[in-house]
């Protein structure tokens, strides 16, 4: 009989150990799978089927799924110097997005520093009057002069009416000083004493949490963006932030472009994949796989058709603009963006035996520059992965905006005063002609093709076949905005080259009398092949003026791109930025003639400050 | 009697609209974009050049627009200016990205550009790219500025933070 408790102590320890292995935390792939659990949905209909898409008035980034992997950023040196802080960054597999992601890694993306915190605390149902000083994180950097530049109204209260900086006063004041200015408002103060408007609210350390956000007057009416070095906060640093859902956000997501349905889930055993359509913004969203091609097979809208979306885990491909592209070796996972540039959606896990794939999504680091200080760009989207959807064979998903494949085959038809010697311009054995001068690598390290070189001056963000609005420049001219790169209609090179097609004068009248256009309708006219030569067109006339300015290599490439994005006549300092401060030519560190990586040199971060 | 004193009445009451609106109107005449030449300082122009120009490049500056906008309660004027050169072939600050905006505003001895952007000028009809909204803000109007984002009709609003002109706000319109 003694044996039997022997036997049972053997089972229970069995089973004990069986217990163990299968509650064990499973390996990190198979752990996305429970992202669905965390991720609300909402349902969409869509060819009388349904398509699941995330329910963004229910997301917020306190409540997405933590980061799954360790990471790190490591500023160099001359980017701390330049900017004043540290950007570099470290996070481990675990920790939650809103403590690693910062206000400026959104700049231009949800806008987060238009907020103020009033804005933050009614959608998060917050009491500003409850919540600490010190929960803000930028409050402590914040100098008395930063914080009288962003709360206009600060100047005129008197010291005893702003606690904080009551207590900043008493803290580096003599009690007989401290006397003599209980009475001045803040201005009288510090035109008396210019020195104390250096002092920064950190300075009082722990003191900081005895003050409630609403001690100082204004504070929490004014944007974010008015703080110094607003972009430098966490969004945890920023109370009631990450309790705001995405479709709150100054510049909510929303759900754009193509829906496409999973036909097949393939495993990572697959090599060649040419038909893709998953990429980056700098290597266009077609990049082709050559092994561990793990990925899923699109069908549903003609232009999905056997396509195939490659797992981010297997390939990597280009990422990141700017300075900062050449963090993670200027890598990222390859994948789409459906929901905008906030982050990067990348199918993750391929169970082929199951027909079940999860995705995940990927975020980036920024540090945008706006009109008047350098503009170091945005790291590849590194920063995940985050447990996002998982689907099955046979469910839709949201694929976003579609490109047309570019189809280097397509015949180049020649328009009057055009010559052939042109048209070769656009074959990909043939350099143009202003390539040339751009060509100037060592023959080992080979030569970029024709359109990886215009790809980096004109980076492909628009449809091959899109045909805008009719609009008007104010200044008599009038037409729709054709192609990949904007080829106006009332251009009289454009005109000439769509009139030499059969067809070509009736399509231009509709399109001058304001008549319906569709997409289908570009390629017959203005095929892709006949845009990108026309592109070269201009790229060769303000080559021959950058070549006249003395420039060669990768200066005369870096000026190419200033005059194409900025006009022929922009000063060679100067970085073109749009209306939201992001700079759209880029400095020569961002732009090789040759296939080489990218390195942080201190000259190219002096061009960048430039 | 009685009739005629109710013509009376209504002929005084139309009066007063049409005096009231005339008042109005010269009180607050709408700014309009007028040739550089006309609208802004010289030295201000040479300054503009200066600033934005390659210095190989031969500009007529008094060939650009300018707004320039003096509100109610504004402590100095504000001067807009459109790069494009009115009647002009060529557009010298006009690329890609659009066509370079500036705003100026007076420090001392020299001007202070508080504004440099590219707009993109091609909008619907009945659009405007640029324009003041008639609120202050640290001073300066508040700006607002139209652009076409593929389907997307963004109205930007700008403020002066006491620096330079910022994003305030960020909306869609619907348009087409």
């Given at each position: 009989m003694r044996f039997i408790p022997g036997l049972r102590h053997i089972l229970l320890l069995g089973l004990t150990l069986i217990t163990v292995l299968w509650l064990q935390p499973p390996h990190l792939q198979a752990t996305l799978n429970v992202a669905d659990d965390w991720i609300p949905t909402t349902a969409m209909t869509w060819d009388e089927q349904y398509v699941r898409l995330p329910d963004w008035s229910q997301l917020t980034f306190g409540n997405l799924p933590p980061l799954m992997s360790d990471g790190s950023f490591d500023a160099p040196e001359e980017i701390i110097q330049s900017l004043g802080y540290d950007l570099s960054r470290q996070w481990t597999a675990g920790q939650s997005l809103e403590t690693v992601l910062k206000l400026g890694d959104f700049q231009t993306s949800l806008y987060l520093q238009l907020f103020n915190l009033e804005n933050i605390a009614d959608i998060a149902q917050l009491d500003l009057n409850q919540i600490a000083l010190e929960a803000l994180d930028l409050a402590s950097?914040?100098?008395?002069?930063?914080?009288?530049?962003?709360?206009?109204?600060?100047?005129?209260?008197?010291?005893?009416?702003?606690?904080?900086?009551?207590?900043?006063?008493?803290?580096?004041?003599?009690?007989?000083?401290?006397?003599?200015?209980?009475?001045?408002?803040?201005?009288?103060?510090?035109?008396?004493?210019?020195?104390?408007?250096?002092?920064?609210?950190?300075?009082?350390?722990?003191?900081?949490?005895?003050?409630?956000?609403?001690?100082?007057?204004?504070?929490?009416?004014?944007?974010?963006?008015?703080?110094?070095?607003?972009?430098?906060?966490?969004?945890?640093?920023?109370?009631?932030?990450?309790?705001?859902?995405?479709?709150?956000?100054?510049?909510?997501?929303?759900?754009?472009?193509?829906?496409?349905?999973?036909?097949?889930?393939?495993?990572?055993?697959?090599?060649?994949?040419?038909?893709?359509?998953?990429?980056?913004?700098?290597?266009?969203?077609?990049?082709?796989?050559?092994?561990?091609?793990?990925?899923?097979?699109?069908?549903?809208?003609?232009?999905?058709?056997?396509?195939?979306?490659?797992?981010?885990?297997?390939?990597?491909?280009?990422?990141?603009?700017?300075?900062?592209?050449?963090?993670?070796?200027?890598?990222?996972?390859?994948?789409?963006?459906?929901?905008?540039?906030?982050?990067?959606?990348?199918?993750?896990?391929?169970?082929?035996?199951?027909?079940?794939?999860?995705?995940?999504?990927?975020?980036?680091?920024?540090?945008?520059?706006?009109?008047?200080?350098?503009?170091?760009?945005?790291?590849?989207?590194?920063?995940?992965?985050?447990?996002?959807?998982?689907?099955?064979?046979?469910?839709?998903?949201?694929?976003?905006?579609?490109?047309?494949?570019?189809?280097?085959?397509?015949?180049?038809?020649?328009?009057?005063?055009?010559?052939?010697?042109?048209?070769?311009?656009?074959?990909?054995?043939?350099?143009?002609?202003?390539?040339?001068?751009?060509?100037?690598?060592?023959?080992?390290?080979?030569?970029?093709?024709?359109?990886?070189?215009?790809?980096?001056?004109?980076?492909?963000?628009?449809?091959?076949?899109?045909?805008?609005?009719?609009?008007?420049?104010?200044?008599?001219?009038?037409?729709?905005?054709?192609?990949?790169?904007?080829?106006?209609?009332?251009?009289?090179?454009?005109?000439?080259?769509?009139?030499?097609?059969?067809?070509?004068?009736?399509?231009?009248?509709?399109?001058?009398?304001?008549?319906?256009?569709?997409?289908?309708?570009?390629?017959?006219?203005?095929?892709?092949?006949?845009?990108?030569?026309?592109?070269?067109?201009?790229?060769?006339?303000?080559?021959?003026?950058?070549?006249?300015?003395?420039?060669?290599?990768?200066?005369?490439?870096?000026?190419?791109?200033?005059?194409?994005?900025?006009?022929?006549?922009?000063?060679?300092?100067?970085?073109?930025?749009?209306?939201?401060?992001?700079?759209?030519?880029?400095?020569?560190?961002?732009?090789?003639?040759?296939?080489?990586?990218?390195?942080?040199?201190?000259?190219?971060?002096?061009?960048?400050?430039? | 009697m009685k009739r005629l004193f109710r013509y009376r009445i209504i002929l005084l009451a139309v009066l007063l609209i049409f005096v009231s609106v005339g008042i109005l109107y010269a009180r607050s005449p709408q700014p309009s974009w007028k040739l550089a030449r006309e609208a802004a300082p010289s030295d201000l122009l040479t300054q503009v050049v200066a600033d934005n120009f390659h210095p190989d490049i031969t500009v007529d500056a008094g060939q650009m627009s300018v707004l320039k906008l003096q509100q109610a309660g504004q402590s100095q004027p504000l001067y807009l200016i459109d790069a494009r050169l009115v009647d002009s072939e060529t557009q010298p600050l006009c690329g890609a990205a659009g066509c370079a905006m500036f705003a100026y505003i007076r420090d001392q001895s020299v001007f202070r550009q508080v504004l440099a952007t590219y707009l993109d000028p091609h909008l619907q009809p009945g659009q405007t790219l640029l324009q003041p909204t008639g609120d202050l803000h640290q001073g300066l109007p508040t700006l607002v500025a139209m652009q076409l984002v593929e389907a997307d009709l963004q109205q930007i609003t700008l403020a002066f933070d006491g620096q330079t002109y910022v994003i305030d706000r960020l909306d869609y319109l619907p348009h087409e």
């Open positions: 950097w914040q100098t008395i002069e930063d914080l009288m530049a962003a709360i206009p109204t600060l100047g005129n209260l008197v010291i005893d009416q702003v606690p904080p900086l009551a207590a900043l006063v008493d803290s580096v004041m003599t009690q007989a000083l401290q006397a003599t200015v209980s009475d001045l408002t803040l201005s009288e103060i510090v035109s008396q004493f210019p020195d104390l408007a250096q002092e920064s609210l950190g300075q009082l350390g722990d003191q900081l949490s005895q003050f409630a956000l609403t001690d100082i007057p204004g504070l929490s009416a004014a944007p974010l963006q008015a703080f110094r070095n607003w972009d430098n906060s966490t969004l945890a640093g920023v109370p009631g932030l990450t309790s705001v859902p995405f479709d709150q956000m100054p510049n909510p997501l929303s759900f754009t472009g193509a829906i496409g349905q999973i036909d097949i889930v393939f495993g990572p055993a697959e090599t060649q994949r040419q038909q893709t359509v998953s990429g980056s913004y700098p290597q266009g969203f077609q990049v082709s796989c050559e092994q561990d091609c793990g990925h899923i097979e699109l069908t549903g809208l003609p232009e999905l058709q056997g396509k195939q979306w490659i797992s981010g885990q297997f390939q990597s491909v280009e990422g990141g603009e700017g300075v900062l592209a050449a963090a993670n070796g200027g890598q990222e996972p390859t994948g789409r963006h459906p929901f905008g540039e906030a982050f990067k959606v990348v199918v993750w896990d391929v169970d082929e035996g199951n027909g079940t794939v999860s995705t995940a999504i990927f975020f980036r680091m920024c540090q945008r520059g706006g009109w008047f200080a350098p503009d170091l760009g945005c790291t590849p989207y590194f920063i995940g992965p985050v447990p996002f959807l998982t689907y099955q064979e046979t469910e839709f998903l949201l694929v976003g905006p579609l490109e047309q494949t570019v189809a280097s085959s397509t015949s180049l038809p020649l328009a009057a005063g055009v010559t052939s010697e042109h048209s070769a311009a656009a074959s990909e054995s043939s350099p143009a002609p202003f390539l040339n001068s751009i060509n100037t690598c060592q023959p080992a390290s080979g030569q970029m093709t024709t359109s990886a070189l215009i790809d980096q001056i004109v980076p492909p963000e628009q449809k091959a076949n899109f045909v805008g609005p009719f609009v008007c420049d104010g200044q008599r001219n009038c037409g729709r905005s054709l192609g990949r790169y904007g080829l106006m209609s009332y251009r009289p090179e454009v005109r000439a080259l769509i009139e030499s097609q059969p067809g070509g004068a009736d399509f231009l009248a509709r399109i001058d009398a304001e008549e319906a256009i569709a997409d289908e309708e570009l390629p017959s006219f203005l095929p892709l092949a006949t845009q990108q030569h026309q592109l070269q067109l201009d790229l060769t006339a303000l080559t021959q003026q950058a070549q006249q300015e003395g420039l060669a290599g990768a200066a005369l490439l870096e000026r190419v791109n200033q005059l194409y994005w900025g006009g022929t006549g922009i000063p060679t300092e100067a970085i073109v930025a749009d209306i939201h401060g992001k700079a759209l030519s880029v400095t020569s560190e961002s732009l090789s003639p040759c296939p080489s990586p990218l390195d942080l040199s201190a000259n190219s971060l002096e061009e960048a400050e430039r | -």
